[in-house]
């Protein structure tokens, strides 16, 4: 049932502190008279209406979402229509494309500096804009320690791709066109012009990347309104989802309802199987993890394994699918994959929602409109969508999605005819992308068709921030022969975009005395899906003495800090399987009301 809540006084607003203040005058009129400056009226900022921030993602060197800028001006229309008075102000930017050494490092950061301006200055309630990957699990961090009311508005993704009558997926397309340049089909000037096909508008990757996965996690979490998630940028629902955004954060801030109501474990389990569901990144269970860790709830990869893994893919969207977010948009988006998942009992209803209602509320009525594009439970794509949470005596968390594993695969590294989940590889091991890139078509490094590719040094401490090259493309030689992938296994992430049968976020990793560092290329592994282990195969008294021979050597080298914050983030960072989280922030919550302004 929608909740019905006692509602706020005015003078029971945060702001007042800032703008109402007797015991605090001149702080008072300092604050007041600046304000004004721009136009906002003595009025608006005494008479108790409620002051809602607006976190602007947007920028140019942010082009995902760079079309907040416009859409949050109806977001401020339906603030103002609704009494309340608007604040927009930067986030620091995220572009997952441009920022080096990775946008993952960014992460941490703009959740830190949204958390001082969200608990520093005078909001009783924010609208956090989100598109580009991290974007969206920074801005849900912050609600989740802050907690003041808060609503998630996604800017949608770009509309669908075209080359002739092929759709062109953002981020897919450029796996694909990298095998095509490597086997020598293409030329760069054509790899190019290609890739651009897949960027037809403003908006996010159109794909069921992790942009569109997390803003989908978002409203599976009920933190944005119903079925906004995945309206393409430029239709004319999203500047009314915008319009209507700002409306609802009002009636949010009176009703005082904050994040950690709508944050619970309910919530969380909701996001992991909605996750599977969707066919979602890879770095999902990052930043869910993460959320989950702001908001005071333990969620492990553990979890993902147990609640994800037996869910079925019904979203038929790239990568993991046929068609783009603008199909998916039109056969009912997020609503309806939940839709299906809340009827075959995979879902919690009761879970509350930022308009007040219940999922199970909002739900009703959402059934799929196109049976292709989004499937019925009863008729997935795919049986086990979810992941594995492999284990071993080399790491002790490492993601896999079972379902992108190929015939191919099976019949290659199958390790014993009786057992068709146990599989063997010999390994060749590589020190971070560079050493990939530099090595790679050496043939001194006899790769074939049976090799593994292992990838070191890529987690949130060994390349500052975790990077997503765990999907590592086979030689030259090997593409040309047609073997178009390999296995991959590694303590970085992958791109949300790539469908490649890997094992990643290996944690710990390599940098923090993780197993993978005591790797060598020509070692075999044993990879038991049945079991969910991976096992370097070699005895425990010789990988004792590895480890001894890397600690006498000081340890797994990575690259030096290049600014301040890399030294700091990797001081701080936890694990990939905890969130990459900062250490220490964890345990601050719900600060506006335990810590209020001084
Ligand atoms: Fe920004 Fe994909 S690169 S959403
Ligand atoms: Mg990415």
Redesign the pocket.
């Known amino acids: 049932m929608t909740q019905s809540r006692p509602r706020l006084s005015p003078d029971q607003l945060r702001s007042r502190w800032w703008f109402d203040n007797p015991d605090h005058p001149g702080t008072t009129a300092l604050c007041i008279e600046r304000y004004m400056n721009y136009g906002i009226t003595l009025e608006e900022l005494t008479s108790g209406r409620p002051i809602i921030g607006i976190s602007q993602s947007g920028s140019d060197l942010t082009p ?1 979402n760079r079309h907040h800028i416009d859409l949050v001006k109806r977001v401020k229309d339906g603030i103002r229509a609704v009494g309340g008075v608007p604040f927009e102000f930067p986030m620091h930017p995220i ?3 441009a920022r080096r050494p990775t946008a993952a490092l960014d992460r941490n950061l703009a959740y830190l500096g949204l958390v001082e301006v969200l608990h520093g200055y005078p909001l009783d309630g924010v609208v956090l804009t989100t ?3 991290k974007t969206t699990p920074a801005a849900l961090m912050a609600a989740a320690t802050v907690n003041i009311p808060a609503m998630v508005l996604s800017g949608g993704p770009m509309l669908n791709g075209w080359r002739g009558a092929e759709r062109v997926g ?2 897919t397309i450029i796996w694909e066109l990298r095998k095509r340049l490597a086997a020598g089909d293409i030329g760069y000037d054509e790899f190019l012009s290609r890739a651009t096909d897949s960027a037809p508008s403003v908006g ?2 159109n794909t069921m ?1 992790t ?1 569109s996965t997390m803003n989908a996690m978002a409203e599976a979490l009920g933190m944005s309104l119903p079925g906004s998630a995945i309206i393409p940028a430029p239709y004319k629902e999203r500047s009314m989802a915008a319009y209507q955004t700002g409306e609802r954060i009002v009636e949010l801030v009176w009703q005082d309802l904050r994040p950690l109501e709508i944050l619970t474990r309910e919530a969380f389990e909701n996001a992991i199987t909605t996750c599977s569901a969707l066919g979602g990144s890879t770095n999902a269970p990052i930043h869910v993890n993460a959320i989950a860790r702001h908001a005071g709830i333990e969620l492990s990869n553990d979890d993902w394994q147990h609640l994800g893994h037996r869910v079925p893919l019904l979203a038929n969207v790239m990568p993991a699918g046929a068609y783009l977010c603008e199909e998916f948009y039109r056969a009912g988006g997020v609503p309806a994959v939940m839709h299906e998942l809340l009827e075959a009992g995979h879902l919690h209803g009761d879970a509350l929602t930022v308009n007040g209602a219940t999922m199970a509320e909002n739900l009703a009525g959402k059934e799929t409109g196109d049976e292709e594009v989004i499937r019925r439970f009863a008729n997935p794509l795919v049986d086990h969508a979810g992941f594995l949470n492999l284990k071993g005596n080399l790491f002790d968390s490492a993601l896999m999605k079972t379902s992108v594993i190929s015939a191919l695969f099976r019949q290659r590294f199958l390790a014993d005819p009786d057992d068709p989940e146990a599989f063997e590889g010999r390994v060749v091991v590589f020190e971070g992308s560079e050493d990939y890139h530099a090595r790679i078509d050496d043939p001194a490094l006899g790769i074939d068709e049976r090799t593994i590719l292992v990838m070191r040094g890529a987690g949130p401490v060994g390349h500052p921030g975790g990077a997503e090259v765990v999907n590592m493309q086979p030689p030259e030689a090997l593409i040309r022969q047609g073997i178009e992938s390999l296995p991959c296994l590694g303590d970085g992430r992958q791109s949300g975009t790539s469908g490649s049968p890997s094992i990643l976020n290996a944690s710990p990793e390599a940098a923090t005395g993780g197993g993978l560092a005591l790797l060598e290329t020509g070692d075999r592994l044993r990879i038991d899906l049945r079991r969910g282990e991976v096992n370097l195969l070699v005895d425990d008294v010789e990988l004792a003495s590895r480890r001894q021979r890397l600690e006498a050597a000081g340890g797994y080298r990575y690259p030096d800090h290049q600014t301040p914050w890399q030294e700091i983030q990797r001081t701080l960072v936890e694990p990939l399987d905890r969130g990459m989280t900062l250490a220490n922030a964890t345990s601050y919550r719900d600060v506006a009301r335990k810590s209020p302004p001084r």
């Open positions: 995902c572009h997952e494309n598109g580009c990957d953002s981020g996010h990757c990347g942009a």
